[in-house]
């Protein structure tokens, strides 16, 4: 009978402690703070494959080239207005890029004012969805 009594005494010492404790935190910290914050959006804590696989232009600002100057003649160019021809040609430049340097490429067009052709684009979206994809699994 003594065992149990210390045990639910020592039970009832360490509750009292533990709701001391948190009426404390709660008094300091602001009535409009909630305790707990959601994370906020951000990265997946690997940076380098999140800038790698980002399509943003805002992630870097230094613009790349990967061996397609010859893209820079169809800034300002309205995605429509590309012929099968040159869109052969901006699909021939995705095509032969490493599998690591498209979403690059991709931010390095954009940083560059040029608008790709909309199949092409959706080649590109297509093409880092699945690399992502595959990263991940």
Not at 63 to 87: F, H, Q, W
Request: hydrophobic share 35%; charged share 30%; net charge negative.
């Amino acid at each position: 009978m003594e065992v149990s009594l210390i045990i639910l005494s020592a039970l009832v010492a360490v509750g009292a402690a533990l709701y001391l404790h948190d009426r404390y935190t709660r008094r300091k910290a602001p009535a409009d703070e909630p305790l707990y914050k959601e994370p906020e959006e951000q990265c997946c804590g690997m940076h380098i494959t999140c800038e790698r696989d980002s399509l943003l232009a805002s992630v870097s600002d230094t613009i790349e080239y990967y061996d397609d100057e010859e893209l820079d003649v169809y800034r300002g160019r309205n995605a429509d207005s590309y012929t099968d021809e040159e869109t052969e040609q901006f699909r021939d430049v995705l095509l032969t890029l490493l599998p690591d340097d498209i979403a690059g490429w991709g931010r390095s067009i954009q940083l560059r004012g040029i608008e790709l052709p909309e199949s092409v684009r959706d080649e590109l979206l297509m093409i880092v969805a699945e690399a992502r994809k595959s990263r991940t699994s």
